[in-house]
């Protein structure tokens, strides 16, 4: 269910041209706590059933990730436990040191609700092999 979710909030992004802008903008209500969320994006091991991929996370400032089998790698920005996750990303088809700039924040406006909203910035306008869609 949860991942059926996802992927219509992505396929939502997609038909207003995502990912070929500068900056994108998203928002996804979960029926979840945010704590539960938090486990997710911090555990590797909960991060793969979750996603059916490879992961591995370093949960500090600076520390590095590498998620969906490696076709996302970045650094964490700034992380506020519940509420902020600022991160550098860089997808696999990029160039060597591009990055776009990534930062989701966490709302939980009733218990059992969160609304998670994303906000990328500096999304490039073309991959290494000159594809106008980059990630």
């Not at 996302?72 to 776009?100: A, C, P, R």
Request: proline share 1%; hydrophobic share 40%; glycine share 8%.
């Amino acid at each position: 269910m949860l991942l059926e979710r996802v992927d219509k909030f992505v396929k939502e992004i997609m038909k207003e041209g995502w990912p070929a802008k500068d900056e994108l903008e998203g928002k996804l209500v979960l029926k979840a706590t945010s704590a539960g969320g938090k486990v997710v994006k911090t555990d590797e091991n909960r991060w793969r059933g979750f996603t059916q991929s490879k992961a591995k996370i370093n949960i500090e400032i600076g520390g590095q990730f590498s998620i969906f089998d490696g076709v996302i790698t970045g650094v964490n920005m700034k992380l506020e436990e519940d509420k902020l996750i600022m991160q550098k990303w860089s997808f696999q088809n990029w160039h060597d040191g591009e990055y776009s700039t990534i930062c989701l924040t966490i709302e939980e406006p009733e218990i059992g609700i969160t609304v998670v909203k994303l906000m990328q910035t500096d999304v490039l306008k073309e991959d290494r092999y000159g594809n106008a869609t980059v990630v």
